[in-house]
């Protein structure tokens, strides 16, 4: 095969806007395409290998599998074996035994099944998991288990029919993404179009395409058009990196703007050409040859760096952590993917040697850290995930997650208070039940992650799971004039900033934001906020619980590392939280909890973060288990004084 070194130089366009978009870069809010542009070269370059081979009547699929190996597996190895000692030391035991379950899927090309499975609020946040970026080796791995026999069997077939058979392929394909994506109601279905092969596969197909094109027929010869159409393909890349964002409903036929243009690039960049220089420029060739290391290490430096820092990362460390994960990829290309691909110092008995021993080895480590729940004697219980927070178990309904509609018409036919909101709400769903219990009453918690409890208004990543749960809710509430506790991330929903204390005071610009769903309406949103909890008093018997106060760090970290007290500013709390405050002081038929009052002391001036030996949040922002206890016994002392609970 022809050494394309412009190709190299696309590896570099793909890898780089990835690793700035996943260190927070939010100039690179598109920056996840580089992985689509990844899975198109990868069906390309593939494919011409085997076309290659079959035409000179060479191809194996074991040569297949062992170069894939050779390619793969060293490199990925190596940075698995270099995360084990820094999850042990940083991981709480709960996330050791999440990276334990990461250890195993990745070692059986499974991670992104298993990370679909895992989506949940109260999981590992995407940006903590140290090996969440594997889910796209492994749709590729899935990928090519497949696609050698594939070949072999449509190999005598007439290139006109074998283009047919994969264009109906990446159809079916690229359907089936755009409906699950922007037509399915359940959660699953959506976040596996993401995570999936079937949903993924026709952005390999694309490369497939390319390279039975190219092989059967010349590159262009039109210099004219090879220099619009690479121009093209180079500036719907670069479109998607920087106006791309979490709200793009990807995959669907959003991701063809980069796959396209990745495809118009591989066809078109060809020599003499503008595009072609350009990418074949030293700096993006050299970064292209390591982009497969830098890929497999950005992710766990950017992970553990965010588990071992008590505050948010600056900009400034984050960049060095991403000049690292180049300088660490150059190490491992150098000195791992370089001699492993040397047939004359590893033959292919070695290889896969090698390979099985080492997978049953990360087998066998992650088992150990699953079964054995993260060895949680590592921390003392007061510090401990299990401990610091926990979900009612029943009639306790996430609706960004598969649930079961039976079970939840069950619960509202007997329920005796809803509890709504956000992931707030959540936290505070074991303990409020607990209480309700007690009084021989029945609670039912409904909750979407990020979803403000207030009809008519959305933040822009919310899915439509967020206005099914507040149209069945409001419904429901109306018509029996339900017992109504509402709590949530206000100020974030409402200011669109958060408590950042490393940057000394609050962070603004936060996305997601809340707005006014009908363009018609011609209120300000404060105004819209205020007649809709109004009017929610008005039909319901209402608590509301005001923002928590947020700590700025996480608090379990400070105190695994430090065995004092940390306070931080009531006055701060109060001046960032008065436009919230004023909204609930103008509603006059609310209970309202004040939890400020619960863990703040006005004569001090300052908020704890722990009462004797009990933490009051398991991370900045939620309230502990603890803390949620108190908070709960507010809100049932509220429903006993008014006699409303019935």
Known sequence: MEYRSEIDGLRALAVLPVILFHAGFKSFSGGFVGVDVFFVISGYLITTIIISEMIERKFSVINFYERRARRILPALFFMMGMCIPFAWMWLSPEDLDNFGKSLIAVSTFSSNILFWIESGYFETASELKPLLHTWSLAVEEQFYIFFPLFVVLIWKLKTKNVLLILAMLFLISLITSHIATNFASHPKIISGSFFLLPTRAWELII??????????????????????????????????????????????????????????????AVKNTLMNRLLSLKIFVGIGLISYSAYLWHQPLLAFARHFSIYDISNLNLLFLCIASFLIAWFSWQYIEQPFRNKDIYNKKQIFALSISTITFFVIIGSFFHFNNGYENRISKELRSDYLKKEAKSCNFQFEFAYDADELFRCLEVADIFLVGDSHAQSLSFSLNEKMEIEGKKLITLTHNSCLPIKGVSRNKIQNSCKELKELLYERIYKNKNNVVLSARWRLNINGDRYNNMEGGVEKGISGQIFVEDPNNKKDLISYLVDNLKEISDKTNLVIVNQIPEVGIHVPKWYIRNNEQYTHSYEEYDRQNNSVNNIFNSIEKIGLIETDKLVCEKISGRCNTRFESNLLYFDDDHPSVFFADKIATEISEIYIAKNTVR
């Open 207 to 268: 490369g497939v395409i390319l390279a039975f094109y190219l092989k059967y027929n010349n590159h262009m010869n039109s210099r004219l058009f090879n220099e619009v159409f690479s121009l093209i393909g180079l500036s719907m890349i670069i479109f998607s990196i920087f106006l791309f964002d979490e709200n793009t409903p990807f995959p669907s036929f959003y991701a063809l703007i980069p796959t396209i243009g990745t495809g118009l690039l591989i066809l078109c």
